[in-house]
């Protein structure tokens, strides 16, 4: 069975550090665009983060920008995910994904999912 399993989430305060991992269990992702998405109790799933098959491109969304930082280790078969100057609002499962296509920022374009990881940032 194919999954992604996300690793790194935690307590923070703000201003803090923390490094998400996915790294996914029963085949190879090297071919994939991956994406990272997270959602907030009582909102919708957002964009994050999102890095080519090739690791070339990377792309993020506006509320991360300057903060996060994705990227793709391809002899370990996996994506980090480096989150900087953590805020309250950061507070979310996030969730990793892959996608057979380009990154896109919707969610439907990825076919495979974690579970998900919690990050709290706490005041």
């Known amino acids: 069975q194919v999954q992604l399993v996300e690793s790194g989430g935690g307590v923070v305060q703000t ?6 991992s996915c790294a996914p269990s029963g085949r190879t992702f090297s ?13 919708e799933r957002e964009f994050v983060a999102g890095i080519s098959w090739s690791g070339g491109r990377t792309y993020y969304g506006d509320s991360v920008k300057g903060r996060f ?29 892959a996608s057979e296509s380009i990154v896109r920022t919707t969610a ?16």
């Open 108 to 123: 439907r374009a990825y076919e495979y999912w974690g579970r998900g990881t919690q990050v709290t940032v706490s005041s």
């Open 31 to 43: 071919g994939y665009s991956m994406g990272w998405f997270r959602r907030a109790p009582g909102k």
């Open 15 to 20: 201003g803090g550090s923390l490094r998400l």
């Open 69 to 97: 930082t994705i990227s793709r280790d391809s002899g370990e078969n996996t994506v980090h995910l480096q989150m900087d100057n953590l805020k309250v609002e950061d507070t979310a499962v996030y969730y990793c994904a």
